[in-house]
């Protein structure tokens, strides 16, 4: 079993910057992706960020390049997401979510995990 728990959201201004982590407890293997998903009201759960663990392949969505940054702690067990140049249409719940890797990148899509944390709200004013 696989424990996962979000922290670090909150409210912050458009430009401005929070770093998500996501602690993971159980058996996460080093074989395994871990991401970044958002939801809103009026949008479906979107995948963000992925990363394979054992090695340094991460993906994001169009939306977040360059201002989003994936990583992994394996001393901590720890995913983090920064988060820069925060946008108003950034503000959303976010999620962490840990599963096997299959295929080449990290997916973007939520059907490729089995584990997923509780969430942390992100609140971006303009």
């Known amino acids: 079993q696989v424990n996962l728990v979000e922290s670090g959201g909150g409210s912050v201004q458009a430009g401005g910057s929070l770093r998500l982590s996501c602690a993971a ?3 996460v293997h080093v074989s395994w992706c871990m991401g970044w998903f ?3 009201p009026e949008k479906e759960r979107e995948g963000i960020a992925s ?4 090695g340094t392949l ?3 969505t169009d939306s977040v390049k360059g201002r989003f940054t994936i990583s992994h702690d394996k001393a901590k067990n720890t995913l983090y997401l920064q988060m820069d140049s925060l946008k108003p249409e950034d503000e959303a719940l976010y999620f962490c979510a840990a599963g096997p890797k299959s295929g080449g990148k990290c997916s973007l899509n939520d059907g490729r995990y089995n584990y997923w944390g509780q969430g942390t709200q992100v609140i971006v004013s303009a």
Do not use: P
Request: proline share 0%; glycine share 16%; net charge positive.
């Open 25 to 27: 407890s159980g058996l």
């Open 38 to 40: 958002r939801r809103t």
């Open 51 to 54: 990363l394979y663990i054992g």
């Open 58 to 60: 991460t993906d994001y």
